[in-house]
């Protein structure tokens, strides 16, 4: 089985352009969080999607914005890119939306440099 | 807001030596998971164990064991028999059971060296 897959693996954009990223869970997962880690620290949560809908929300200004697709494949979309966007942005997928034991499975993440 | 500290940046271990990395927690909550995740250069995070609040018993997988001292909100990792692949980033996490939304919060992360 495939785990989690991103894409683009690498991406390198200018100030104030807009990016997408794309995220497929594994199959069967219903549920999809995106992290951003920036160099030398943890990744911060930003969202979390099940079944389709915004379930949770970091910290993050409106520039961040995801959707959940019916295939439950997810993108990300950062607008006004800035300089402190550029990080990895992690996806991960879990079965169940909060409830359960089952844990998170990462994918590869997608590096976003901001020039 | 739960926050998580390691205090060890970076740390370095013989292989087929013991090495045990440091991680505590702040919350008012009683019921949470706590985590230590692996991340290689490969970047892609990677489960090493798992441990719920509420059981006493520290969880062990394989050359992996934690300390969970629950009163004291620490929670550290022992690796025992270290190999040259256990070199890696490694964060400790936490999970609350209390919200309703799945919101993992990640320390700063330990970068662990393994000397051959």
């Known amino acids: 089985d495939a785990g989690v897959t991103q894409s683009p693996t690498h991406l390198i954009k200018t100030r104030g352009q807009h990016v997408t990223l794309r995220c497929s869970p594994i199959s069967g997962h219903k549920s999809v969080s995106w992290y951003q880690q920036v160099l030398g620290q943890g990744p911060q949560f930003i969202f979390q999607?099940?079944?389709?809908?915004?379930?949770g929300r970091g910290n993050f200004p409106d520039r961040f914005s995801a959707r959940q697709f019916p295939n439950y494949s997810s993108e990300l979309n950062v607008n006004a890119l800035l300089l402190g966007d550029s990080a990895l942005y992690l996806c991960?997928?879990?079965?169940?939306?909060?409830?359960?034991?089952?844990?998170?499975?990462f994918g590869a993440g997608s590096r976003l440099t901001v020039l | 807001a739960q926050t998580v500290t390691q205090s060890q940046p970076e740390m370095s271990v013989q292989e087929a030596e013991t090495v045990t990395l440091s991680c505590t927690y702040d919350t008012s909550e009683s019921d949470y998971y706590l985590f230590w995740y692996k991340q290689p250069p490969s970047r892609q995070m990677i489960l090493v164990i798992r441990q719920e609040a509420y059981k006493q018993q520290n969880a062990t997988e394989n050359r992996f064991s934690v300390n969970f001292q629950k009163a004291a909100k620490s929670f550290s990792l022992k690796i025992s028999d270290s190999q040259l692949g256990d070199a890696a980033m490694y964060f400790c996490a936490y999970r609350s059971r209390q919200t309703s939304y799945d919101k993992v919060i990640f320390g700063p992360g330990t970068s662990l060296s393994v000397i051959p």
């Open positions: 999607y099940y079944e389709k809908e915004e379930r």
């Open positions: 991960a997928s879990r079965l169940q939306g909060f409830s359960g034991a089952n844990v998170l499975t």
